[in-house]
């Protein structure tokens, strides 16, 4: 991915920060909130994406879909937007 150091690190900052509340530590969707997340956070170590641009959405997302998903959050769900990020 051509990632720094730094970067990773910054990556990894934000994440504990932000997402590890719901998502976890390691990911896996059971974050010490996530008894009252509805629907239940993703486990990102399933490798398993549901907003995928490639056609028929089945693959592997793209970091516009990252970021998309990200800056705007979910719909109707408890993945809330982070603009600033």
């Not at 990200?70 to 719909?75: A, K, N, Q, S």
Request: proline share 8%; net charge positive.
């Amino acid at each position: 991915l051509g990632l720094t150091p730094d970067a990773l690190a910054r990556g990894g900052r934000l994440y504990k920060d932000k997402c590890v509340q719901c998502h976890g530590l390691a990911g896996d969707g059971r974050g010490p909130t996530s008894m009252w997340v509805y629907p239940p956070a993703r486990d990102f170590r399933r490798g398993q994406f549901k907003f995928v641009s490639a056609a028929g959405g089945t693959g592997r997302p793209t970091r516009a879909d990252l970021a998309k998903v990200i800056r705007h959050g979910i719909d109707g769900n408890s993945m809330p937007p982070f603009e600033l990020l």
